[in-house]
Structure formats: C-alpha cells, structure tokens
C-alpha cells in the first residue's frame, strides 16, 4: 500500500511504524509542518491497557518506553490547607519530547519517510495518489475542515481557561493542588514524567481567570513557541508555596479553552481521522496521546486484517468509537465538575477529595475500597459521624428526613406508569406491584403518576384520583404498605396535559388513541413531536378547574393514607410542557421569560400544598434540561428548583427531558446526577430542601458514591426494581448489612444471607489462606534517582 499520513505527532508516527512492521513493502510517507524538535507540552500519562497493547504490538517500542517511565500508584490532593493520599491507582508516564524523539527513531529505522517542516499537499491530491490517507493533524485538523460536510465534526469550546507548564519540582504522585483563592478556586493538576520534572496545568473558570488579572494580555497574539510571560509570572506568585522554592518551566505556555471534538463519522473513502483530528477527552481524565496510539493499534490491525480499505475502516470505526466515547463521557463529567469546582469550596475535605476521585462516575466507592481500605474507611466513617451516627453503616442505609418524614434508608422506589387501571381505579396488580417494592425494603416507594382527572390520563390505563372508590382503592395499598413493611409511601400526582389520550405504552408509546378519544389541552397549541395530538390552548377557567382538580385529587390523597405527595411538573406533561419554551409560546402572563412560565405550575403546587396536610412533606418532580437547544437549561432548572423550594418543596426530585421528541439525551452512567448535584448546592442544601437523584442509577455501588459525595440526599431507582423488587434487602446482603436501615419481613427473615454460589466445603490448604489475605494498600511513590517506594 501506499500510505500519506498528515501529522506526526505520536499517533501518526506510531501507526506508521507499526504498518511497516506488518509489511515492510508499504510505502508510507509522513508529512509534518513543524521541526522534529519543536515539541510542545511536558508529560505524557499512559494506563496499563494502553502500554499492554504495545508491548504485544512492538516490544521495541514497548521496551523504550518503559525505560523512561515514571511510575506512581498515589494521588494526593490538597484542599483548604488539608493533604490527603490515596493509593492503589497505577499510573505511569513520560516525556513528551522523549516519546517523540524514541518513535522518530523507531520510524527512521523501519524506513518510514517523514518529511519535517513540509506542509501535506492538498487531499484530493493524496487521495489519488495513496491507498489511504490518515489525518492525524490534530485538533484543528485541515483534513477534517475540507471534509466537514462529510465528518460532521462538532468542537465544543468550553469555558475554564488552562495553560500547560512544568516545574523542575518532582512530585512523587499524581498531585491536585485545590486552592481557595481571593478571586475563586484555581486547581493544579500535576505529575512526574522523569527525574527531573513534572507537568503543571493550572486551571480555572474564565470568572476566577478575569478577576485575577490574567485576561490582561487577552487580546496579545502569542506567535509558535512564545509563552504568555506576564501570566506565567502572576501564577509563580499565585502558587509559590506549592512550588516550594522550584521552578517554573514554559514551553509554548499560553491560555488555551479546552475543545472537545466529535465527529458523526470517522472515514470518507480512503480518508480516515485519526487521534485528535477525529475526537478529544479532557486532559483531567487522560491523555490525547493515549488515545491517538490505541486508535493507531486498532487501524494498523484493522488494515491488516481486512482485505480492502473500505472494509477495514469501517471496522476500525466500529471498534474504536464506542471506546471512545465511553471515555468522552467520562472526560465530560470530569470536564464539567472542574468547571463548577467552586461549588464545593465549602464542602468537608474529606468529602471533597471522595468527590474529586469519583467525578467521572468510572470510579465508585467499591473501586476505592479495593484500591485503598483504609481511605474508604475514613469517607465511611466521616460520612456516618455528619449524620450523627455512632458508627460506619453503608450510606444508602442510613435514616434521612424529608420535610419531617423519617426514612429508614435513601432508596425510592421511582414512580413508574404501569398503565393497568379500569376506570383509573388501582387493583390487585398496582397491591402487589408496590406492596412487592415495600416488602423489598426501599425506604419510600412513590406510585406512577396518578392523574387528577379522566382526561388529565396518559392512557386509558392510567390510575387516578378523582372519585372516592379511586380513593379507597389506594388506601388499601397504603395500608399494606404501613402494616407490613417500614416504608413510606408517596403519591405522584399528575396531568399528562398535551402526552394525554394515547395507546398503552406496549400497544404504542406516545401514538394517539385508535378509538375513544379525549380532548387535550397544553399552554400551547404544539404537539408533542409529528404524529401526536395537537393540543387545546388551555384558557384561565381551563386552569382554574384543573387547579381545583389538583388541590381535590390532594385531598383524597390525604384520606388515602399517603405520607408523601409529589407534584409532577417533568417529562412533558402539562406543569413542564407550561415551563418549557419548546411547548409554552404563550404571550400572556403565563408565556415568554421563565418568571412567567412558572406562573401556572406554581398556582397548583400552592393548592396541593394548601390542600395537603402541613405535617406531611409535598415534593416535586423536575425535568432539568429539555436537551434541546432550544428548552430549557440547567441553568433554568436551578432557578426552578429555586421557586418551587421558596413555595415549600420538601424535596426535589431531578430528572430531566421528555419534553419533546426531539431531544438529544447524553445518555450514560448515572447521566441525570449532576443535574441534582448542582441543584442540591446551589439552591436546596442551603435550604435545607432535600435532593433526589435518578436516571441510570442501577448498583448500590452507585448509589452509596452519589450519596458519599454529596450529590444527592435520595436516590430514586425504577427499572432496577421491576428487575428485583427485593433489590434494597438483597444490597443489604450483598454488603453484608443488618440493622434498622434494611428490615426483612419476619416471613422472608431466613433468606438475608446472601446465598452461596460454589462449594464451601472444599478443605482450602492454609497456606494459601493466608495469602489470599488481605493486604495493606501498596504506595508506591516516584522517587528521582532511587529505585521506586
């Protein structure tokens, strides 16, 4: 083959080495604008998955390497004049300049040609006259801009200024310097490369940058190589103490906002993105360089295996992407919590450092447990004596109060609709559906949402509150529910507005009624999305009755017996599509700015609040983010979140979207908390309002981390129920908990052990016993000059 590859920085070069490897006949030309030395950057971080795929690819390469690492298990963070350490991660890293240099060399030996300070001639020109052309040109890729109609790139520019440096001090760990400055949070993250140095990346929000000065040399143009000196020495100033006395090292040093780039696709004919040029994860949770070699050991073996160049570039897209974006995810959760870091400037120490581990929600609180006991212990530890515990118990079993109701644990039971009512009247199916959920030991089991009239139903299947037999029906679930477990439960109250009168969500989710039709009203008259009803524009009596319906359906809900009542102002039905701008074009005191579009939704939480007893908490259930540019934001959530707690929610329950058909969900790992966790420290925990997290929230691992950290009070779990209605007694057993936080029912007593899944009869020999013990947590240190401690 004859291959053009446009750029050689690490990826480039190594994918060029490699394809020499697999067949020496290839003619591979590199084109690379920049000298051979002009390099850019300090250190390099690489993970022991990465480093395992180049030692089976080129030991040569591998072997190199590994005798110019620096490697550490520790991360130590300090924080408000506190250090903390952590141990059992694995780290290992080098110098930039050092990579660069031993894969020229690798390069020059297989007989790659790299053409330095050459720019690539045009693509369509390369594409004519090679096999393949790889653009590996980095994140402002020429490659990529001539073919954007095709690539669909998306560069996200986000707001923290950052600014690459080193320092001759050698740090012995990775190391977060946290520091409270009269200006805002600025963070350090740095680590070793070598015996000599270590890199130093200062980060900060753009608000924390401005007040400090640094935007003085804004508008100056830094040509290549040229360091912003002004701002180097303001930073040298800023963190003297930590630099102790040692350096401050520059090398093309300037403000920079970090861009994620996205691509909809990777390859056009034999042009494939490669490294950077084709996507980008924040430097927080690792290293572009890291991610530019893999994508070069998946290509190179995708070329390999596959008989066209066609067929190999889908593959390599196909395998990499989802890897990719697995690690974009992470990168963007790391990303945004260094974003908002000064939202917990306040929080305890120890909690902040067990919040910084676990931003990117990778690393629970069982990943830190096997890494480091003795650390999860004191996160445990300092997490049951702020709640006035007199010992460590797992979070997730530990008592919470929400607007006076005491729970035995955090675990909701998260409304779900299950759509198998008669007449909106709650059978035997809806007894045994929540009564199972009880009995599994959730400490609130909340009801689907429960409509306050006939035409307020999603579906012909929906439960309601409108009548008395509805009335008695849920009183006799309540009283199962009170009699024989030691749950709580909460009622979802409701009104499906313009999502109502459609088909049971298996005969056809959203898709209007065949038959049987009923009129729905909405602030507007919008669809939900092509093919749904188009809505009724609700009139001022229109509201006045459906108000009035609200405060009747809190009423019964008070003769029902249940001690929580929650108001559903999310997902699209009639509260959020009227705070929504997607549904709400409204022009009179209930449309326009968000102080308007609260107006309604507002006037019935007031009636349920009026109408239910002021002993018992009224809750309400948010969508925070419509993911539409053009719904509603965060930003809007927190000032949601904000009116309804200044109108007595006990609690808010944070979810997010279903608003319109068009939503783009970043769906992913517990993808809705930091919506709550935002939330919680902006508006409510100052209010003493408490926080409910759900969305993607499945282990109980996940659920003790959120709660661990601070981003939520509860966790609201749904689907994971509907899989094992035991699900909490069953995380009691798995975590090896007794006590009032996980109480079975006298009758399934005999089953919380957790049962054995092999042999324990087998005479195990002693010695081996004994070493599989237990260890302490190895720190292993970065020591210049010595041999690693």
């Excluded at 009183?475 to 009622?491: D, M, P, Q």
Aim: charged share 25%.
């Amino acid at each position: 083959m004859r291959i053009a590859i446009v750029g050689a920085g690490p990826g480039g070069l190594y994918l060029a080495a490699l394809m020499k490897q697999l067949d020496p006949g290839h003619e591979i030309t590199v084109w690379e604008r920049n000298a051979p030395d002009d390099t850019f950057g300090f250190g390099v971080v690489f993970s022991d998955e990465t480093l395992g795929g180049i030692e089976n690819a080129d030991t040569v390469v591998h072997e190199a390497m590994e005798s110019r690492f620096a490697r550490w298990s520790d991360i130590d963070i300090e924080f408000n004049g506190r250090a903390f350490t952590v141990g059992g991660q694995g780290f290992a890293a080098m110098s930039r300049k050092d990579l660069l240099r031993l894969l020229q060399d690798r390069a020059a030996q297989l007989g790659v040609t790299v053409r330095y300070r050459s720019l690539a001639p045009d693509v369509d020109e390369l594409r004519r006259s090679h096999d393949l052309v790889v653009a590996a040109d980095g994140l402002n890729s020429a490659v990529r801009t001539k073919y954007a109609d095709v690539f669909g790139p998306s560069l996200d520019r986000r707001a923290n200024k950052y600014m690459w440096l080193g320092t001759d001090r050698v740090f012995e760990a990775f190391q977060f310097f946290v520091k409270q400055t009269e200006f805002g949070t600025i963070q350090i993250h740095g680590y070793p490369y070598s015996d000599t140095g270590s890199t130093f990346i200062v980060e900060m929000h753009e608000d924390v940058w401005r007040r400090a000065g640094f935007d003085a040399t804004e508008g100056t143009h830094f040509p290549p190589g040229v360091s912003d000196e002004q701002a180097v020495a303001r930073i040298r100033e800023i963190f003297a103490d930590e630099l102790a006395g040692h350096a401050l090292l520059t090398n093309n040093s300037k403000w920079l906002n970090f861009t994620t780039v996205r691509n909809e696709r990777w390859h056009h004919h034999n042009v494939v993105l490669l490294g950077d040029a084709a996507h980008t994860a924040h430097f927080s949770i690792g290293s572009g360089t890291k991610l530019a070699m893999e994508d070069a050991l998946a290509l190179a073996a995708c070329l390999h295996e596959h008989p066209t160049v066609a067929e190999a570039l889908t593959a390599y897209e196909t395998e990499r992407r989802p890897v990719v974006e697995s690690t974009q995810r992470a990168a963007q959760a790391s990303l945004e919590w260094f974003e908002n870091i000064g939202r917990y400037a306040d929080q305890d120490a120890t909690q902040f450092c067990f919040n910084l581990l676990t931003r990117s929600r990778r690393i629970t609180f069982d990943n830190l447990r096997e890494r480091d006991p003795g650390f999860a212990d004191l996160i445990e530890g300092g997490f049951a004596q702020a709640q006035g515990l007199p010992e460590p118990v797992p979070a997730m079993f530990q008592p919470f109060s929400v607007g006076g109701l005491e729970l035995t644990n955090r675990i909701v039971v998260s409304p779900m609709d299950m759509y198998s009512a008669v007449d909106g009247v709650p059978d035997d199916f809806h007894l045994v559906h929540l009564g199972s959920k009880a009995l599994g030991g959730a400490g609130l089991v909340m009801t689907e949402m429960v409509c306050v009239s006939p035409e307020a139903r999603i579906t012909p299947g929906c439960t309601g509150l409108w009548n008395d037999a509805q009335r008695d029906a849920w009183a006799k679930v309540t009283a199962f529910v009170h009699e024989r477990s030691t749950a709580k439960i909460g009622l979802q109250l409701g009104h499906a507005g313009r999502k109502g009168s459609t088909r049971l969500m298996w005969e056809g989710i959203d898709q209007p009624l065949d038959e049987g039709n009923w009129e729905v009203m909405g602030p507007s008259p919008l669809p939900y999305g092509a093919g749904c009803h188009v809505p009724r524009e609700m009139t001022r009596t229109d509201m006045d009755a459906i108000v009035a319906d609200f405060a009747s359906a809190a009423r019964r809900a008070t003769e029902a017996g249940f001690d929580l009542l929650e108001v559903h102002a999310a997902h699209g039905y009639l509260l959020s599509s009227f705070l929504s701008p997607i549904a709400n074009h409204r022009t009179d005191e209930y449309g326009g700015e968000l102080t308007n579009r609260l107006r309604f939704p507002l006037q019935v939480f007031d009636a349920v609040r009026s109408a239910f007893p002021a002993d018992r908490p009224v809750t309400v259930r948010i969508s925070a983010t419509d993911w539409d540019p053009d719904g509603n934001t965060e930003h809007d959530a927190v000032e949601i979140a904000r009116a309804f707690i200044a109108h007595g929610a006990a609690a808010i329950d944070v979810s997010s979207g279903q608003v319109t058909k068009d939503e783009k969900p970043a769906y992913g790992r517990s993808y809705q908390t930091p919506f709550a966790d935002r939330i919680r420290h902006e508006v409510a925990a100052p209010a003493g309002v408490a926080v409910i997290a759900v969305g993607a929230v499945s282990s109980y691992d996940d659920v003790n981390s959120i709660l661990l950290a601070g981003r939520a009070d509860l966790c609201a779990l749904g689907r994971t129920h509907l899989y094992n209605p035991q699900w909490t007694l069953q995380a009691a057993a798995e975590q090896e908990y007794r006590g009032p936080g996980a109480v079975w029912p006298a009758q399934f007593a005999a089953g919380r052990r957790k049962p054995p899944t092999s042999r324990t009869d087998a005479v195990r020999p002693r010695l081996a016993l004994l070493r599989d013990t237990p260890q302490d947590t190895v720190h292993l240190r970065w020591t210049p000059g010595q041999a690693a401690r």
